[in-house]
Nanobody, 125 residues
Framework: QVQLVESGGGLVQAGGSLRLSCAAS????????VAWFRQDPGKERVYVAS????????LYADDVKGRFAISRDNAVNTAYLQMNHLKPEDAADYFC??????????????????WGQGTQVTISP
């Protein structure tokens, strides 16, 4: 079992930036793909971005491509989501998740095995 803790959420103005972090409790982290999802209250989790275990492949949802960047540092068991040019519609709870296959390719929540508790991102106009 791997525990994940997200941090870095908060209140930011539209057009601003935030960097989210996802810290894992185990060095098994380096074998797993990582994804970020976001969720509005009462709605399903929506895929944002993902990265393979080795960090050599990244994928993005169309609405964040060019604005967000996913990365990871396996030496410290942490993944990141750099979010730039934030828009009001980016406001949500953001969750990181691990994929035991290492691929970090699936855009579906069911493709991931471990989840964090989330961090809230609020965007002011």
């Amino acid at each position: 079992q791997v525990q994940l803790v997200e941090s870095g959420g908060g209140l930011v103005q539209a057009g601003g930036s935030l960097r989210l972090s996802c810290a894992a409790s185990s060095s098994l982290f380096s074998r797993y793909g990582v994804a970020w999802f976001r969720q509005d209250p009462g709605k399903e989790r929506v895929y944002v971005a993902s990265i393979s275990a080795g960090g050599d492949r990244t994928l993005y949802a169309d609405d964040v491509k060019g604005r967000f960047a996913i990365s990871r540092d396996n030496a410290v068991n942490t993944a990141y989501l750099q979010m730039n040019h934030l828009k009001p519609e980016d406001a949500a709870d953001y969750f990181c998740a691990l994929d035991r296959t290492g691929a970090g390719r699936s855009p579906f929540a069911r493709g991931y095995d471990y989840w964090g508790q989330g961090t809230q991102v609020t965007i002011s106009p």
